[in-house]
Nanobody, 120 residues
Framework: QVQLVESGGGLVQSGGSLRLSCAYD????????VGWFRQAPGKDREGFAC????????ALEDFVAGRFTISSDNAKKTVYLQMNDLKPEDSGTYYC?????????????WGKGTLVTVSS
């Protein structure tokens, strides 16, 4: 059974940094895709980062490119989201998700999320 557990959220001031972790287990294949999504209160969920675990191919939406980086340590079965220069509009619950291909719209397996709050 696929397991995804996010951690690393918290309260940070505008301009600060956070690194989120997504610990995964029991993925069906070595080159599974893991993505990051977020949802702010009253807003739709949005996907913005994704990578393939074996090939290390990554993709980022323009609105986070240059500030966020997605990476993985496959030995630790963990995907990271490094977030720099955080802004109040980055606040929300951050989820990691997984399936056989990257998608910014929906994925098959989901974690329960970790809350990020950026104060101005």
């Amino acid at each position: 059974q696929v397991q995804l557990v996010e951690s690393g959220g918290g309260l940070v001031q505008s301009g600060g940094s956070l690194r989120l972790s997504c610990a995964y287990d029991d993925l069906p294949t070595d080159d599974y895709a893991v993505g990051w999504f977020r949802q702010a209160p009253g807003k739709d969920r949005e996907g913005f980062a994704c990578m393939y675990l074996e090939s290390k191919l990554t993709a980022l939406e323009d609105f986070v490119a240059g500030r966020f980086t997605i990476s993985s340590d496959n030995a630790k079965k963990t995907v990271y989201l490094q977030m720099n220069d955080l802004k109040p509009e980055d606040s929300g619950t951050y989820y990691c998700a997984a399936q056989s291909y990257c998608s910014y719209y929906d994925m098959q397996y989901w974690g329960k999320g970790t809350l990020v709050t950026v104060s101005s």
